[in-house]
Nanobody, 113 residues
């Protein structure tokens, strides 16, 4: 089991940007990683994934606005979020796509209109 620590969230106005980071305590090489989010009263949903070759996949709701990247040397993944919308408000988590580790505490993203 690895531990995951998300950071970089905050309060931003609509149209603004944030860059989230997620540091893993173990190597993430050869692992597909994902960013997930959970809004109040809703189930956790997948936002984006990145495979071990760096190929990325995005939910339709964030496509063109969010960019997922990884730094295997630092065991860290990032989510650059641009053109934020109020509906992006949620707690954001990262995790492996397969064989998930325990969830971290996440990082709160709040987008005001």
């Amino acid at each position: 089991q690895g531990q995951l620590v998300e950071s970089g969230g905050g309060l931003v106005q609509a149209g603004g940007s944030l860059r989230l980071s997620c540091a893993a305590s173990r190597s993430i090489v050869f692992n597909s990683m994902g960013w997930y989010r959970q809004a109040p009263g809703k189930q956790r949903e997948s936002v984006a994934t990145i495979d071990d070759s760096g190929s990325t996949y995005y939910a339709d709701s964030v496509k063109g606005r969010f960019t997922f990247s990884r730094d295997n040397a630092k065991n860290t993944v990032y989510l650059q979020m641009n053109s934020l919308k109020p509906e992006d408000t949620a707690i954001y988590y990262c995790n492996k796509v397969f064989g998930q580790w325990s969830w971290g505490q996440g990082t709160q993203v709040t987008v005001s209109s």
